[in-house]
């Protein structure tokens, strides 16, 4: 089917993180009758029309840090990302019909080194967006044309993850018990991201034909609304993003952090850091802009994207350092001709991120980003 879209045919979205939607409202029914008190409608789908604008992109990412195990006794660990997402504009039109974009892509780490990246996409009439992505709900229900990917669920009763893809099938079930955090910016990007940020792993995974049991697997999730109104996409309201959560035995940090278009490489105009007790899902510490400090180093040209990204990650507060290595990257590139696009480096270092809060200091695995906008790499050229 040809897909005539203005100048954005394919641009397609990464993973992460607008309104402030309330979360109060009456108990009401979640996904196949489960009830729900105080339901929370930042759960569920929306449209650009929701916002008044006329871009808007939404994903729901999960991640996980597993140690699987085969009936015979074998034994793989593993880190992962699942994002289901979709884009709403009036730009996405055919035949004087608007469309809906709906992708889905992931990410496998293995302990060997080796990656794996895949992303699948496709168009629907947006009149139909509903019959795939549950909308103005208190849950989650989304599920991918193929009828193969499905992610469902809200925070009180958990989420489950039915995916079926070529390198692997994952049969999972996520229960948090962190309440949920927020991030929002009106600038550099306009966003909200409702965060689920630590949770528990159960189920199987199914690797080159042989099932495995998830054990030891700890989770994180998220739900971002990025929006745009200056008549292009988001991606082309800044310069990039850093993004990152580090869990150790007792603690989970989560960054977010908005290059806009003067910073460049050099400086971040929006920045939060929250750190979480990830046993009982208290607020320990949070920071935000001048309070935060980034340090980055050891700077990688990639020549290959026109863009550079650094390795190792510090964020310092004034009684908490957050420092991370961005050893095991795969390449989410969505650069386009127009500039509209972008490239997401998105890495999992299993062992060795560390938190130092308060001057008691712990070591444990970190899933982070760094993304590039076209528009960034083209205004500001990467040199080290």
């Known amino acids: 089917m040809s897909i005539k879209v203005g100048n954005i045919m394919s641009i397609l979205l990464v993973v992460m993180c607008i309104t402030g939607l309330s979360a109060a409202a009456p108990t009401t029914l979640g996904p196949f009758g489960t009830p729900v008190k105080n339901a929370d409608f930042t759960e569920g789908g929306h449209l650009e029309t929701d916002f008044d604008v006329n871009f808007m992109a939404e994903w729901w990412y999960i991640n996980g840090d597993a140690r699987l195990v085969a009936s015979d006794g074998e034994k793989q660990d593993i880190g992962f990302f699942v994002v289901m997402a979709h884009q709403e504009s009036p730009i996405f039109i055919q035949d004087e019909i608007q469309l809906s974009h709906l992708l889905t892509f992931y990410g496998l780490f293995f302990d060997d080194g080796t990656t794996i990246f895949n992303c699948t996409e496709t168009y629907v009439p947006q009149i139909y967006a509903d019959n795939y992505i549950a909308l103005h709900t208190p849950y989650v ?3 991918y044309p193929d009828g193969l990917k499905g992610f469902y669920g809200s925070a009180l009763p958990g989420y489950n993850l039915n995916y079926i893809s070529d390198d ?217």
């Open 141 to 143: 229900d989304y599920m």
């Open 168 to 384: 692997i099938v994952m049969d999972l079930f996520f229960q948090t018990n962190i309440d949920k955090t927020i991030d929002q910016a009106d600038q550099p990007l306009n966003f909200n991201t409702y965060g689920n940020s630590y949770g528990t792993l159960h189920g199987s995974i199914i690797l080159d034909g042989k099932r495995y049991t998830v054990t030891q697997a700890e989770g994180y999730m998220d739900h971002m609304i990025p929006v745009s109104n200056s008549g292009g996409t988001w991606a082309m309201d800044m310069h990039g993003w850093s993004w990152f959560e580090v869990t150790t035995k007792n603690y989970q940090a989560v960054a977010y952090a908005v290059r806009g278009l003067d910073d460049g490489y050099d400086d971040y105009s929006y920045k939060h850091l929250t750190l979480l007790n990830k046993h009982n899902g208290k607020v320990l510490a949070e920071y935000s802009g001048d309070d935060i400090t980034i340090t980055e180093s050891d700077w990688i040209i990639e020549g290959d994207y026109n863009r550079k990204r650094p390795s190792v990650t510090v964020f310092s507060a004034s009684d908490l350092i957050v420092t991370l290595n961005a050893e095991n990257v795969v390449y989410f590139n969505q650069s386009k001709p127009d500039n509209i696009g972008f490239v997401d480096f998105m890495a999992f270092q299993p062992n060795g991120a560390t938190i130092q809060y308060k001057g008691n200091i712990e070591e444990g695995s970190a899933f982070s980003e760094y993304l590039v906008s076209d528009i960034g790499a083209l205004l500001v050229p990467p040199t080290i």
